[in-house]
């Protein structure tokens, strides 16, 4: 299995990764009776023009298997400390899950250092607990994250 | 006897993997073992090779020239 990395641009990554999204989707979206995936390709788009948006993508004989999006910004309370790296979201597909997951995130790690990022941040579902996963790869658990649907009592 | 680091290598990999040491080959790759990330990550720390390395690691012949590497330095 020859594994390939490459840095799409979000018109190319969305060609492909609207196939996957229905899986990623299921697999780890909240609220999934409350609301359902839509996609907001337009502001994407505008991201990836402004450059705020780093999308690796892993391929295995050209299929799309895996990515890791990240929005890249100066965090509002550390202007000096340089540009951090916040993922959207990463997916491997379920029959790729061995090692290829691992693979990405070491790559991803190597191009944020070589764009001069200088802190990533990411999250786990609670069901799809990656604490040791991360922690392994030298990340510090720092945060939980909390989350509570109000849409129904909006007035 | 001071166990050699192939007999090292062999003994790791095939508890994280389950296959026996006989069945292990030099150009089985890392998918091949049917090891998840967290598997290689474990094996990877139990060899003492940084995970960031593991961009360089496809077979079991490269984690055995990563030990030796390791070794002659």
Not at chain 1, 63 to 68: D, K, N, S
Request: charged residues 25%.
């Amino acid at each position: 299995m020859k594994l390939t990395f490459q840095n799409d641009n979000w018109a190319e990554f969305y060609r492909e990764a609207k196939d996957l999204f229905p899986l990623h989707w299921k697999e780890l979206a909240i609220f999934q009776d409350k609301y359902e995936a839509d996609i907001d390709y337009q502001r994407y788009l505008k991201m990836d023009e402004l450059g705020i948006i780093d999308i690796l993508t892993a391929r295995v004989a050209q299929r799309l298997v895996g990515y890791v999006i990240a929005f890249l910004q100066v965090h509002l309370h550390y202007k000096s400390a340089g540009t951090m790296a916040y993922t959207d979201m990463y997916f491997v597909l379920p029959e790729y899950r061995k090692g290829v997951g691992l693979r990405l995130f070491v790559e991803f790690e190597k191009r944020m250092r070589a764009k001069g990022v200088v802190q990533l941040m990411t999250s786990c579902k609670v069901e799809h607990d990656r604490t040791e996963f991360f922690e392994q790869l030298g990340w510090t658990h720092t945060d939980n994250t909390f989350a509570k649907y109000i849409g129904a009592l909006c007035r | 006897m001071e166990t050699s680091p192939s007999q090292h290598l062999l003994t790791a990999i095939s508890e994280a993997s389950g296959i026996a040491e006989d069945d292990l080959r030099a150009d089985m790759t890392i998918e091949e073992l049917g090891l998840d990330s967290l598997d290689v990550l474990h094996l990877l720390a139990v060899l003492r090779i940084p995970a960031d390395e593991i961009d360089s690691i496809g077979t079991i012949a490269d984690l055995e020239a990563h030990l030796s590497k390791r070794q002659l330095g």
